[in-house]
Nanobody, 118 residues
């Protein structure tokens, strides 16, 4: 059974930092990443990372230079270091893990709330 579990998140003041972590289990995973959804908005890309050493990283323009995604393949874990947080970063953050044996099916975590106060 595939499981995707996020940890981290919480409340932080603008300019602060938070670190999210996601661990996937129960399959072999290709692309992994983070998306977010603010109230009244669609879910949007934050960052993704391909497997393997030097796996390609993709960041949304809104987070470039502030957020960093890291991957630990042996543990099927990714982290998202978020620095210089802004109120507009407030959202539920979801972890994505693409399950390869199931035909590249995207599996999602339940989400973790990040709230940035001004």
């Amino acid at each position: 059974q595939v499981q995707v579990v996020e940890t981290g998140g919480g409340l932080v003041q603008a300019g602060g930092a938070l670190r999210l972590s996601c661990r996937a289990s129960g399959s072999i995973f290709g692309l992994m990443g983070w998306y977010r959804q603010a109230p009244g908005s669609q879910r949007e890309l934050v960052a993704t990372i391909a497997p393997g050493n030097g796996g390609e990283e993709i960041y949304a323009d809104a987070v470039k230079g502030r957020f960093t995604i890291d991957r630990y393949d042996g543990e099927n874990t990714i982290d998202l270091q978020m620095n210089a947080l802004k109120p507009e970063d407030t959202a539920v953050y979801y972890c994505l893990a693409r399950s390869l044996p199931e035909g590249n099916v995207d599996k999602w975590g339940q989400g973790t709330q990040v709230t940035v106060s001004s």
